[in-house]
């Protein structure tokens, strides 16, 4: 037996990644089913008006092709929204329904889907599908629409609206002297996962379906689904062991899970549609928002006031929202607040969450004020932050569970070298660049859901725990064994982790960093109802060495169940379970939130990011040589998962910042650099050097500690590399991605 | 997409191949005829597979330079040791190209007949007129951050993507062609063409003409030469605006100069009144700026890349600054020197 316990808090690698490395790891599109057909959708070429005809003719008659289903021909959808929004992620208000009636709403919508008998052959057949349309003019720039801006929508579930005005901030921004209001903006932003939207259907045989499909929740898509197509859900069983990266697009079912579904139930056969590369912009993306802030303060750096309005773009058929201004209020101590947050409609599809959503965007804009606060101040910008430090959530004046962020400001600072910053812009240079350090506050909520688990020794030793939540990249499948392995002190090699299946316990999606903490102590209480159910077994064997302990006396280590005063009396896993008559034991497990915890406590994370940039002073050229980033996000189950998704994380705010953008053509209302070629990301020679410290906290929101992390890292990132080159340029552009263009 | 496929033994049978079927192509390592393929803006009737060709050497000619076989790999050719001795500055801008897969998949003809990366000519459901003639252009008051800003014409403001070819323009290289018709030669300058009325033409090459290799003349500038690319990231982007430049001092003065411009124009841009504006003269800024003025004399933007004109200018004034001092820009260096 391994003395490498506990497996909860060291850097274990990835249980799954062999066989992620060696292409054993089955993904969506990967699901083989004899007599399977593929589909393949054919977009529409206007962003805004109606089909007036499809012509089929060419299509019909390519080869190899089955059917052409389109929205005249369609077996039929349920005329009302009601079945549409079994959907744990909707939004409010009318969601979209694939192949329903004539209407587009934005460019690359669905209009027909051919099915073929080879993927190459559908997507050939749809290439000679083609449409009259009576089009009008798009609007795709939210700019364009702010007129039409409104804030009387219904909110959406679970996205706190702002909170009331506190104060007043404007009578207070009016009366001082040292203030600023300013405009920010962020590119519009696509999640660009490796692995394509897809769904394997399979038919088996008496009406049962197996869908494969890429989900955050397999629950999600099951109960979408089921409502949709009337499918009675014990017929119904909905997979998805592995997902090739998400960031939040697979929260809610897309139009790939339905048309596949559609037509496996019309031609009763198994179906496999895996979407373009050019299909994943036609849904969910990071929603172009204007943002303004203003700050005042006084000499000392004391604000006096935040104001902070963003008006987001959404579609025309859903009020898709985000809490974007939300952090403004609780992130620094500040007595006048107005936050305001307005949608406006242009025609695109509904914006989704993306990593840190609302928190990305919102904290950005903040961060930025906050350091162009700190130059009118002449004040180092993290004498500022400490100057502003909260201590408790001003939204909810509420005590925060935990909070070392002061901590993490201290040691990024210190790790970066923070001291050796020359004040002045401009002031920093080695030879033809110049170098600018910026740094900046990241926040995130903590959250947690309720989610089941079970756990199931067998005689042999071997432990599996599952739960029906998803590994989206992020190392769940990892830290369910760790905390598995170490509540029976087994070999990790021993623990078998199964998520992803709907046959498993019940969990929702998986998104706002709540899975650790919620997977992770549901995982943890299947393990503990499984130690009762151990334990009833041995101290019922004859003449059990256990007879009267409790669960409070025994330890379970070693394979045997011991009493802690007296090792010598024990009884070994296997003898409990064989005393169960069975080869194995099972036991289920709950874990919800603790709601009174919840109502005295604000959770949060933090960062503390810190960014050294050098740029061409003539060319523009940016290159960012070194981050910091310090994360204090309670209980660090695994120092390399939880590492790597700060890594991703920065380097996606690094995107941010500099690179990424979802280009529109404003006439056509089209995206026009929807492919990994020009949608441009940070590539190797981008990334240099990130150093990630994580500081500890203590938290009590749940027992294992958990607060989750995979969000918090993109939060500061653009912001501390945005402040970083106005510091080595003194040029503040407002409006992400920096290029080249911007620094000229 | 249906389509036959053919693999050419000889190059006699290539020609034949396509010169007879309007709807043929070559392909070779296929990285950018697949994608148009996928994209639905090519869609040959029939592909010949020319990558069997005993067209893969290099080799010395009878005046000193090289010629460069039509299917050396873009890898082989900028770690080639002759080249990476004699012509640095073609080394250097095939190395700021694309990645290592697509360098080792590409090869030195399709270099020189990839596609433009216009946005629009990739998208078979909107207008384009080098994609079908006569529909129009949606990139003139578009998404135009990556289009020309020199010889663009009315119909068409593409560039032409290529770093390579930049530095063969800098260099004077010249093109060898075989077609049903025979073999001809031609010079670098009149191997790309702009777009004027006809933007779906690239080149000066007949349908089934091929491409057999590109000739170097006798090495010159390997010492005062750079290539200097820049773009949306610091690597694997296509250039906003690249310089090939290339001098020759004797004693302190420039004797020869050459300058190339990439991603400005519908082919490497280069303009001989400029470069013999260096002549005679000492490397000094204003010199510089002499030239890359008169390099970009008529210059005007789109709108999203007006920017172009003034980054071409310092990018110019930077790489001739490169090239005097014997610097070049080093492509695995992010550091612009
Ligand atoms: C993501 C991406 C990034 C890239 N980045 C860069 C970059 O930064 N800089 C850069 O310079 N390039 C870049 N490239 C382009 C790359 O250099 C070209 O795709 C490559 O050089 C084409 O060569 P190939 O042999 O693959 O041509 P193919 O794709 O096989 O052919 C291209 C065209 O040339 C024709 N053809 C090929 N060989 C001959 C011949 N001998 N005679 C006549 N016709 C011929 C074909 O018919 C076809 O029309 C990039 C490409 C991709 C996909
Ligand atoms: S610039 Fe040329 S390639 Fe681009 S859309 Fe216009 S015509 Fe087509």
């Avoid at chain 1, 019309?266 to 943002?291: A, C, F, I, N």
């Avoid at chain 1, 104001?307 to 009020?319: L, V």
Wanted: glycine share 8%.
């Amino acid at each position: 037996m391994s003395n490498v316990h506990p497996y909860v808090g060291r850097a274990h690698p990835r249980v799954d990644g062999a066989l992620k490395v060696t292409g054993r790891a089955k993904y969506a599109a990967e699901f083989f089913a004899d007599g399977m057909v593929y589909a393949a959708a054919v977009p529409s070429t206007i962003a805004k008006g109606r089909i007036v005809s499809i012509d089929l003719s060419t299509a019909k008659g390519a080869p190899g092709v089955i059917d052409i289903l389109t929205h005249e021909n369609r077996p039929e959808l349920p005329d009302s929204d009601k079945p549409y929004l079994n959907d744990m992620v909707a939004v409010p208000g009318s969601p979209f329904r694939p192949l329903y009636n004539d209407r587009i709403f934005y460019s690359g919508q669905a209009i027909a889907l051919v099915v073929a008998d080879t993927h190459e052959n559908a997507r050939h057949a749809a290439s000679l599908v083609t449409a009259t349309y009576e089009a009008k003019r798009p609007t795709v720039d939210v700019a364009e629409a702010r007129h039409e801006a409104y804030d009387t929508f219904e909110p959406r579930d679970g996205i706190p609206p702002p909170p009331p005005p506190r104060g007043d901030a404007e009578a207070t921004f009016k009366g001082s002297d040292i203030k600023l209001s300013e405009s920010y903006r962020v590119a519009p932003e696509h999640h660009n996962p490796m692995e394509l939207m897809a769904t394997t259907v399979v038919w088996e045989g008496d009406g049962a379906l197996t869908i494969h499909t890429k989900t955050q929740g397999v629950n999600n898509p099951k109960m979408y689904i089921c409502a949709v197509l009337g499918l009675d859900p014990d017929k119904v069983r909905v997979t998805s062991p592995f997902v090739g990266g998400a960031f939040g697009m697979a929260l809610r079912p897309h139009y790939d899970l339905l048309l596949a579904t559609m037509a496996a139930l019309k031609h009763e056969r198994s179906v496999r549609l895996v979407l373009t590369r050019g299909q994943m912009y036609t849904m969910g993306w990071r929603p172009d928002t204007l943002q303004t802030v203003s700050l005042s303060a006084q000499d000392d750096g004391t604000l006096t006031s935040i104001a902070h309005h963003a008006i987001q773009a959404t579609s025309r058929y859903e009020d898709y929202q985000e809490p974007t201004v939300n952090w403004s209020g609780l992130l620094y101590a500040c007595p006048n607040v107005t936050l305001k947050y307005e949608l406006a409609k242009i025609d695109v599809s509904t914006p989704s969450d993306m990593r840190a959503p609302g928190a990305a965007l919102g904290l950005y804009a903040l961060e930025v004020a906050m350091d162009e606060m700190s130059y009118r101040l002449g004040m180092n910008p993290l004498e500022l932050r400490l100057k502003n430090y909260a201590e408790k959530d001003q939204n909810d004046d509420k005590p925060f569970s935990s909070k070392e962020l002061k901590a993490a400001y201290e040691k990024g600072a210190e790790r970066f070298g923070w001291s050796n910053r020359s004040p002045e812009p401009r002031s920093m240079r080695d030879g033809k660049e110049l170098v600018g350090l910026g740094m900046a506050t990241g926040c995130w909520e903590a959250m947690m859901m309720p989610h089941s688990a079970c756990a199931t020794l067998s005689a042999d030793g071997k432990l599996k725990v599952a739960c029906g939540t998803a590994d989206i990249g992020t190392g769940t499948y990892t830290i369910l064994a760790q905390i598995a392995a170490d509540a029976f002190d087994l070999d990790i090699e021993d623990v078998t982790t199964e998520v992803g299946d709907t046959d498993l316990p019940m969990a929702p999606p998986e998104g706002g960093s709540w899975g650790a903490a919620s997977a992770g102590n549901a995982v943890r209480v299947a393990c503990a109802e499984l130690k009762k159910e151990l334990l009833t077994l041995a101290r019922g064997i004859d003449d059990s060495p256990l007879a009267n302990a409790s669960l409070d006396h025994v330890a379970f280590s070693n394979g045997r169940i011991s009493l802690v005063s007296d090792g010598e009396r024990s009884v070994s896993y296997a003898d409990a379970i064989a005393a169960s008559g069975g080869g194995e034991v099972k036991a289920e497990g709950s874990f919800a939130p603790d709601e009174e915890f919840a109502e005295k406590f604000a959770a949060f994370t933090h960062s503390a990011v810190f960014a050294e940039v050098r740029v061409d002073e003539q060319l523009g050229v940016v290159r960012v040589t070194h981050i910091v980033s310090a994360i204090a996000a309670g209980k660090i189950l695994n120092l390399a998962t939880a590492r790597s998704q700060i890594l991703g994380g920065v380097v996606m705010g690094m995107g941010m910042a500099l690179h990424e953008e979802t280009m529109w053509d404003k006439t056509l209302g089209r995206v026009v650099n929807a492919n990994l070629g020009e949608y441009h990301m940070p590539a190797h020679a981008d990334v240099q050097n990130i150093d990630v410290i994580f500081v500890e906290e203590d938290d009590k929101a749940n027992p294992l500690g958990i607060k989750g992390l995979g969000e918090i890292g993109i939060v500061g990132a653009a912001a501390a590399i945005a402040n970083a080159v106005f510091h080595a340029t003194g040029k503040r552009v407002r409006e992400l991605p920096i290029t080249i263009d911007k620094l000229l | 997409m249906n389509f036959s496929y053919t693999r050419a033994t000889t190059v006699g049978d290539a020609i034949q191949a396509v010169a007879g079927d309007p709807q043929a192509r070559f392909i070779a390592g296929g990285t950018n005829l697949v994608d148009l393929m996928k994209y639905d803006v090519e869609r040959p009737g029939r592909l010949v597979d020319i990558t069997r060709l005993p067209l893969k050497a290099i080799e010395q000619t009878a005046d000193g330079g090289l010629k460069i076989g039509a299917l050396v790999p873009n890898s082989d050719l900028a770690y080639d040791a002759r080249i990476e001795r004699d012509y640095p500055l073609l080394a250097s801008a095939i190395l700021a190209g694309a990645s290592a897969q697509l360098r080792n998949a590409a090869t030195t003809g399709g270099n020189l007949l990839q596609r433009t990366r216009c946005y629009y000519f990739y998208d078979a459901g909107v207008p384009c007129n080098k994609r079908e003639p006569g529909s129009g252009c949606p990139a003139k008051t578009g998404v135009n951050r990556i289009h020309a800003i020199l010889g663009a014409s009315d119909a068409c403001i593409a560039t032409h993507p290529s770093d390579m070819c930049v530095a063969l323009a800098a260099l004077g290289a010249t093109v060898h062609v075989e077609g049903p018709d025979g073999a001809r030669v031609i010079a670098f300058e009149d191997f790309h063409r702009l777009p004027g009325d006809t933007p779906e033409k690239d080149n000066t090459l007949a349908h089934g003409e091929m491409v057999t290799a590109v000739e170097l003349p006798a090495p010159r500038f390997g010492q005062n030469h750079t290539y200097l690319k820049l773009r949306d990231r610091l690597s694997y982007a296509f250039a906003l605006v690249s310089v090939a430049a290339a001098i020759e001092l004797d004693g302190d003065v420039v004797s020869e100069a050459r300058i190339a411009l990439g991603g400005v124009a519908h082919k490497p841009w280069r303009v001989p009144e400029a470069e013999a504006l260096l002549k005679g003269k000492l490397p000094s800024s204003g010199a510089f700026e002499e030239a890359a003025d008169r390099l970009l004399k008529g210059a005007v933007g789109h709108g999203e890349n007006d920017f172009k004109i003034e980054l071409a200018r310092r990018a110019v004034v930077r790489a001739l600054s490169q090239a005097a001092a014997g610097t070049p820009q080093v492509q695995s260096n992010k550091i612009v020197n």
